[in-house]
C-alpha cells in the first residue's frame, strides 16, 4: 500500500503527487521491456590476514571480470612470486580440491562460515582433499609453468558457486594498501 504525502506547490504538486500514485503503462510493442536489475549481492567478507604468497607482492595482472559467462577476461589475481614460495591459505577453511588440471598443479580451499571458495594454481600441493586449513597454512608450493605471466606468478582466485569475484576483496583494507604507517600528533591534550 502506498501512502499519499502532503505536497506543496499547489495544483502541480497535489497532480504530481497523485500521478506518483497511478500505476505504471505496460509497456507497448514498441517499448522494450526495462532489464531486470541484477541480484544483489552482499559484499565480500575481508576474511584473510595475509596474502597467499609472500608479504607483499606485485600484481602483476589484476581482476578483469568478463562481460558474459565464457567470455574474455581474466577470472582471478597473479601475483608475482619465485618458483618454489609457499603458497598459503588466506583463510581458515576445508580443501576441496587438490592435484592437476590441465596439467597444472591447483588447489581449491572452501572458506570457513562462508559460501566461497579460493584456488591456487600453478601449485606442488602439499595437501589433501579434505584437509583442513588455517589461515597462513601452506598448501603447497609455487610451479614454474609456461608462462601465464612475463614472470612466475600465482594465479589467485575467488568464487561463490560458479560466479568469479574479486580475490583481492578478501584482504583488509590495511593490507592492501602500501605505504609506512604514519602517527598523527595528539592535539589538546594536557602534558
Same mark, same amino acid.
Request: net charge positive; with cysteine; proline share 14%.
Given at each position: 500500500?502506498?501512502? $499519499?504525502?502532503?505536497?506543496?506547490? &499547489?495544483?502541480?504538486?497535489?497532480?504530481?503527487?497523485?500521478?506518483?500514485?497511478? !500505476?505504471? *503503462?505496460?509497456?507497448?510493442?514498441?517499448?522494450?521491456?526495462? =532489464? !531486470?536489475?541484477? *541480484?544483489?549481492?552482499?559484499? %565480500? !567478507? #575481508?576474511?584473510?590476514?595475509?596474502? *597467499?604468497?609472500?608479504?607483499?607482492?606485485?600484481?602483476?595482472?589484476?581482476?578483469?571480470?568478463? #562481460?558474459?559467462?565464457?567470455? @574474455?577476461?581474466?577470472?582471478?589475481?597473479?601475483?608475482? =612470486? !619465485?618458483?618454489?614460495?609457499?603458497?598459503? =591459505?588466506?583463510?581458515? &577453511?576445508?580443501?576441496?580440491?587438490?592435484?592437476? %588440471?590441465? &596439467?597444472?598443479?591447483? $588447489?581449491? %580451499?572452501?572458506?570457513? /562460515?562462508?559460501?566461497?571458495?579460493?584456488?591456487?594454481?600453478?601449485? #606442488?600441493?602439499?595437501?589433501?582433499?579434505?584437509?583442513?586449513?588455517?589461515?597462513?597454512?601452506?598448501? &603447497?608450493?609455487?610451479? #614454474?609453468?609456461? @608462462?601465464?605471466? @612475463?614472470?612466475?606468478?600465482?594465479?589467485?582466485?575467488?568464487?561463490? /558457486?560458479?560466479?568469479?569475484?574479486?580475490?583481492?576483496?578478501?584482504?583488509? @583494507?590495511?593490507?592492501?594498501?602500501?605505504?609506512?604507517?604514519?602517527?598523527?600528533?595528539?592535539?589538546?591534550? *594536557?602534558?
Amino acid at each position: 500500500m502506498r501512502r $499519499v504525502m502532503r505536497h506543496s506547490g &499547489g495544483w502541480a504538486g497535489l497532480v504530481l503527487g497523485l500521478a506518483a500514485l497511478l !500505476p505504471t *503503462p505496460l509497456a507497448s510493442a514498441d517499448t522494450p521491456a526495462p =532489464a !531486470p536489475a541484477p *541480484p544483489s549481492r552482499a559484499p %565480500v !567478507p #575481508a576474511v584473510a590476514r595475509a596474502w *597467499p604468497v609472500g608479504v607483499r607482492p606485485t600484481v602483476v595482472r589484476g581482476w578483469e571480470p568478463p #562481460a558474459t559467462v565464457y567470455g @574474455p577476461g581474466h577470472r582471478g589475481v597473479d601475483l608475482g =612470486a !619465485p618458483a618454489g614460495a609457499p603458497v598459503r =591459505a588466506v583463510a581458515p &577453511g576445508r580443501v576441496s580440491f587438490a592435484g592437476r %588440471v590441465a &596439467g597444472r598443479g591447483v $588447489v581449491s %580451499v572452501e572458506l570457513a /562460515g562462508t559460501d566461497l571458495r579460493t584456488t591456487y594454481e600453478p601449485v #606442488a600441493a602439499s595437501v589433501r582433499k579434505g584437509d583442513q586449513v588455517g589461515a597462513g597454512d601452506m598448501v &603447497g608450493r609455487l610451479e #614454474a609453468t609456461p @608462462p601465464h605471466c @612475463p614472470t612466475t606468478c600465482l594465479h589467485w582466485g575467488l568464487l561463490t /558457486g560458479e560466479t568469479y569475484l574479486n580475490p583481492l576483496a578478501l584482504l583488509p @583494507p590495511w593490507l592492501l594498501h602500501s605505504g609506512p604507517s604514519r602517527l598523527l600528533p595528539v592535539l589538546d591534550v *594536557p602534558t
